[in-house]
């Protein structure tokens, strides 16, 4: 049952919380320090009257001792002594009464028992409701008997004051209450204000307005750090919101060309009877320009599902060196038609990777490396071991470069250096994109150099798992 | 050869039906999973094309069933989702084979033969077409007598299509079962493989045998 009134409570606001923690911890210190200051004054008051009542009664039994035979100066003696202040009664030993003050209002029954040694006090209230502090006490007279010594003393007056005292603390402790749970609240308040602000303009952002950001700097050290954190995540949001913009309006345009032609072939061709050779070709263009499009196609859902963060790579151990010797036979026809030599160099380093995905990967990077090589060039694949973190895998080639304003930008999707080159000698402008993106499922890097008229080198990063 | 097509896709399942009629296959069709169901466990095939998305009845689910009901006729599956979990998924259930779509016909017709030509043994004979002979042991190629120059990987591509003579190979098989590289990769290089490998097995000879089917891939028959 508390359990839940906790939960309750800690999912309840803060404002809430804070105030009720405030208002009950402020109650709380109040009540135990006037507690305390509340019973130091009564023991203090407690402990004075009877220190009085002891010394009063030392002073008793000393005239007593001294003037027990002469009872009149006996009962000048206490009168002068007591002066009003309390009332005195002396009875001896069969319990009558020799003398008492005239302001003695107390039965002489309600004394408790008297002890020689020790002197008996005790408080009393009278049933008209003024209150004593009572001693008595036994002492021996001079002809050997003894003598009960009463003493009654009125503290009514100091009750009094301490009922004042009692009921000012009572009012003060309740007023304090709602002070310091006004007060409370109003400081909660204004202290969630910032989270208050962020909600607003949280609500304000919409796809339209992802670049709004919230002014941090006036605010408190802790709720600054939300504040920049959002910031950051909206700064993230905004580019990836723009970058698939942007790829949607470079998708659509890359395919407009190939469906274009598809759908030009063919209206002409039915436009009017043709003779069947033509029909055929129409066909055959139209099923190259659909291969074109469904590797385009297979080629974009392979980097969607690699963008996925959810998407996990089969890594297996395989030895380097014949994988690119693979890749170079699957490439020499074409390299022997260009004139280009295809060379791979390497030891016996062995990588955990996902085999199909590396293949893919270098196979795209010769692709464009032989592609950009002019006859008599070199293109070169090398596998080192850098330190004990990564394997590299390079390819390097002589051809005529990139030009350093395209670096940056060269691994984006349907980027094209040459963009007046036709598509198809070019593929579908995502081999570098995807090249990317396997580096990137790897947790690895990628990285390119190139100088115009001698070459470019890519260098691919593989992390040791 | 029997072949039962499961597909709801009315013009794929029609190309489809074609396309395996004219390749000599008795062909069957079933729009649902479970007339797909019913047929295959009571009729026997040499090989079901089975699609994933089916109404009533699900491929994954009618794979499982012809599996428990014993039924070991190779399945090709056929689908849009294209996720590695999906294809394992398809092989842990018993499927011999998986295409995604879209898919060139070819491609398909290459499967299917390849996967009714398994457990047939491997050629250790000498293959051949016209006046062009390969010894599959030593490695050595010969037309009207004269011994041919190739490098290894230009033997493998020509024993490719001589021992699949007359059967259109696309660029991806040719790629997969020449070189092993099974992505969409730029097909130009098998182009050029080809053309290279013209030049020694054709050029010099009067009876071409490899031709290009354009949009398609290549075959190697006499004409």
Not at chain 2, 43 to 66: A, F, H, R, T
Not at chain 2, 134 to 160: M, W, Y
């Amino acid at each position: 049952m508390l359990n839940n009134i906790f939960r309750k409570l800690r999912s309840s606001s803060i404002t809430l919380q804070l105030t009720l923690f405030y208002s009950i911890s402020a109650f709380v210190i109040l009540l135990l320090i006037s507690l305390f200051l509340y019973s130091i004054l009564l023991t203090a008051l407690q402990i004075e009257d009877e220190q009085l009542l002891r010394n009063e009664m030392v002073t008793i039994k000393n005239i007593i001792q001294q003037k027990s035979d002469n009872l009149n100066e006996l009962k000048k003696d206490i009168n002068e002594v007591s002066q009003h202040r309390y009332a005195v009664r002396i009875l001896d030993k069969n319990d009558n009464e020799i003398f008492s003050t005239n302001n003695m209002l107390v039965a002489a029954n309600l004394f408790g028992p008297a002890a020689k040694q020790k002197i008996n006090i005790h408080p009393h209230t009278q049933p008209n409701q003024k209150d004593f502090l009572l001693a008595c006490g036994l002492i021996e007279s001079n002809n050997k008997t003894l003598w009960e010594i009463q003493i009654a003393l009125d503290v009514q007056h100091e009750r009094n004051v301490i009922i004042k005292y009692r009921n000012n603390l009572i009012l003060m402790l309740v007023l304090g209450i709602i002070c310091f749970s006004l007060i409370g609240a109003i400081v909660a308040r204004r202290g969630t204000q910032p989270l208050h602000d962020i909600t607003k303009t949280a609500e304000n952002i919409t796809v339209s307005k992802l670049n709004a950001r919230i002014n941090s700097s006036e605010w408190p050290k802790e709720i600054r750090g939300l504040a920049n954190a959002f910031n950051n995540m909206l700064e993230r949001m905004e580019n990836s919101f723009n970058r698939l913009s942007q790829f949607s309006a470079d998708l659509a345009h890359e395919l407009r060309t190939p469906i274009n032609n598809i759908m030009g072939e063919a209206e002409i061709a039915l436009s009017k009877p043709r003779p069947l050779e033509e029909y055929r070709y129409v066909l055959e263009s139209n099923l190259e320009e659909l291969n074109h499009l469904s590797s385009m196609i297979e080629s974009l859902l392979f980097l969607a599902r690699s963008e996925n963060p959810q998407t996990e790579i089969h890594r297996t151990p395989f030895l380097i060196k014949p994988i690119l010797i693979g890749i170079c036979e699957f490439h020499e026809a074409v390299a022997a038609e260009q004139g280009v030599n295809l060379a791979c160099e390497g030891g016996d380093e062995l990588l955990q990777a996902d085999l199909i995905l590396f293949r893919r990967a270098v196979n795209n990077l010769v692709s464009n490396a032989l592609k950009n090589t002019p006859m008599g060039g070199t293109v070169t694949l090398k596998v080192e071991k850098q330190n004990h973190q990564y394997i590299t895998v390079t390819i390097h080639d002589t051809g005529i470069g990139i030009p350093a304003e395209h670096l940056p930008n060269i691994f984006d999707r349907f980027y094209r250096v040459d963009a007046a080159r036709s598509k198809h000698s070019g593929g579908t402008g995502l081999g570098l994109a995807i090249v990317r993106s396997i580096m990137e499922l790897h947790g690895g890097k990628i990285a390119i150099t190139s100088q115009i008229g001698e070459g470019t080198t890519v260098v691919l990063s593989f992390p040791v798992v | 050869m029997r072949i039962l097509i499961v597909e709801d896709e009315t013009k794929t399942a029609n190309f489809l039906r074609k396309g395996l009629t004219e390749h000599s296959f008795v062909v069957e069709l079933a729009t649902d999973g479970q007339e797909g169901l019913f047929l295959a466990t009571n009729n026997e095939y040499d090989l079901i094309i089975l699609d994933v998305m089916l109404p009533k009845l699900d491929g994954w689910s009618v794979l499982k069933k012809l599996r428990e009901a014993s039924k070991q006729t190779p399945v090709l599956f056929l689908t849009a989702r294209d996720a590695v979990e999906d294809r394992v998924k398809g092989l842990q259930l018993g499927a011999d084979d998986y295409l995604v779509k879209p898919f060139a016909f070819s491609e398909l017709l290459a499967r299917v033969q390849t996967l009714l030509r398994r457990g047939q043994p491997r050629p250790t004979e000498t293959l051949r077409i016209a006046d062009l002979e390969i010894d599959p042991v030593r490695h050595r190629a010969i037309r009207s007598g004269q011994r041919l120059d190739l490098t290894a990987k230009e033997f493998s591509l020509l024993s490719l299509f001589v021992s699949r003579q007359s059967e259109l190979l696309s660029r991806t098989l040719i790629a997969e079962q020449v070189w092993d590289m099974n992505f969409d990769s730029d097909t130009n290089v098998v182009d050029v493989a080809v053309r290279r490998l013209r030049q020694k097995v054709d050029d010099p000879f009067e009876k071409k045998l490899i031709h290009t089917v354009r949009g398609v891939g290549y075959v190697m028959e006499e004409r």
